[in-house]
């Protein structure tokens, strides 16, 4: 580590990552840059659109507006790491069966609230969902 990078340690998708980062790097440049997993995009840079959403310790969180170091120690499962067995998670299916995906580009982020959601709020009525996405 030189002077200008920090150590950070962290799960990402069940895989322990060990790396020196300039500590201005943002949790999705880690994410799409250095660990190359490209199903978190970025679209608007202010945290509005969602698109960079993943989960870090079970939570949804926007990644583009996130340093990566407020990450270490953390838990930070990405839309590739939702279903880590092959099989699509029910909710990717149900926005695939539910015609959910219009472009794509937002569809990992929206995925990702989505099962958040669901795991916060499992009764959620459609006024909370559609306030909550």
Do not use: W, Y
């Not at 996130?66 to 149900?94: F, K, N, R, W």
């Amino acid at each position: 580590m030189n002077m200008n990078t920090v150590n950070l340690q962290l799960s990402v998708n069940g895989r322990q990552v060990n790396t020196d980062i300039d500590p201005r790097t943002l949790l999705v440049q880690l994410i799409r840059d250095q660990l190359h997993l490209t199903g978190t995009h970025v679209g608007c840079d202010t945290a509005q659109c969602g698109a960079c959403t993943v989960h870090l310790d079970g939570r949804a969180v926007k990644s583009c507006n996130l340093l990566a170091v407020q990450a270490d120690g953390a838990q930070v499962t990405t839309i590739e790491g939702l279903a880590p067995d092959g099989e699509l998670h029910p909710m990717q299916a149900a926005f695939r069966d539910c015609h959910g995906l219009q472009c794509g580009f937002c569809t990992p982020g929206m995925v990702m609230s989505a099962t958040a959601l669901v795991q916060e709020r499992p009764n959620a009525d459609a006024a909370t969902i559609r306030a909550h996405l």
